[in-house]
T-cell receptor, first 116, second 114 residues
Framework: SQQGEEDPQALSIQEGENATMNCSYK?????LQWYRQNSGRGLVHLILIRSNEREKHSGRLRVTLDTSKKSSSLLITASRAADTASYFC????????????????FGKGTHLIIQP | AAGVIQSPRHLIKEKRETATLKCYPIPRHDTVYWYQQGPGQDPQFLIS???????DKGSIPDRFSAQQFSDYHSELNMSSLELGDSALYFC?????????????FGEGSWLTVV
């Protein structure tokens, strides 16, 4: 079953506005990561937030994590045309107490379009 | 900084043929992951290796196999290719294999099966 679900599936905003994307997941996690993907390109790591963290910032990005609701949000402030891309959350399920290379489970992604 | 290197970047094969994708992780990364992303789909985890041993297994078909070599590079072998195998295949790497480390992705290898 799908671990991560994101909404909205598509978001179109004007340049300069803030964009908020949400992600929900089903199982307990060790951490949650956000990635950006330009069409047909590789996944670029944006930010990792651990299960014991509630909020994290990186430049114009702000990520929150609510483990009680099993949800996370990604906020991009002062959006730019170059932010146009698909954004995925990916979770690392709490399957191992230590060691192991757990595969990430990705959500469906939010396609963000920034209009100039 | 060095990134994850994948080759080839594009590959066209016919049905029932075999294909091999290669992945060179970031230097000093000992963990490699393989993902498959179909058109318009989210990436699906296939398999991972930590210190040259298989670590976690996802939705990898029996027709596919993979291994990690002594220099930590990895190869994904796909046999009896089907049209549905057409996808973007990503390799990713991280250090220590432990949960909590950032996983870095390569640019992917486009496989088209005709």
């Amino acid at each position: 079953s799908q671990q991560g679900e994101e909404d909205p599936q598509a978001l179109s905003i004007q340049e300069g506005e803030n964009a908020t994307m949400n992600c929900s997941y089903k199982t307990s996690i060790n951490n949650l990561q956000w990635y950006r993907q330009n069409s047909g390109r590789g996944l670029v790591h944006l930010i990792l937030i651990r299960s014991n963290e509630r909020e994290k910032h990186s430049g114009r990005l702000r990520v929150t994590l609510d483990t009680s609701k099993k949800s996370s949000s990604l906020l991009i402030t002062a959006s730019r045309a170059a932010d146009t891309a698909s954004y995925f959350c990916a979770t690392d399920a709490e399957l191992y107490s230590g060691g192991g290379a757990d595969g990430l489970t990705f959500g469906k992604g939010t396609h963000l379009i920034i209009q100039p | 900084a060095a990134g994850v290197i994948q080759s080839p970047r594009h590959l066209i094969k016919e049905k029932r043929e075999t294909a091999t994708l290669k992945c060179y992780p970031i230097p000093r990364h000992d963990t490699v992951y393989w993902y498959q992303q179909g058109p318009g789909q989210d990436p699906q985890f296939l398999i991972s290796f930590y210190e040259k041993m298989q670590s976690d297994k996802g939705s990898i078909p029996d027709r596919f196999s993979a291994q990690q070599f002594s220099d930590y590079h990895s190869e994904l072998n796909m046999s009896s290719l089907e049209l549905g195998d057409s996808a973007l295949y990503f390799c990713a790497s991280s250090s220590d294999g432990h949960s909590g480390n950032t996983i870095y992705f390569g640019e992917g290898s486009w496989l088209t099966v005709v």
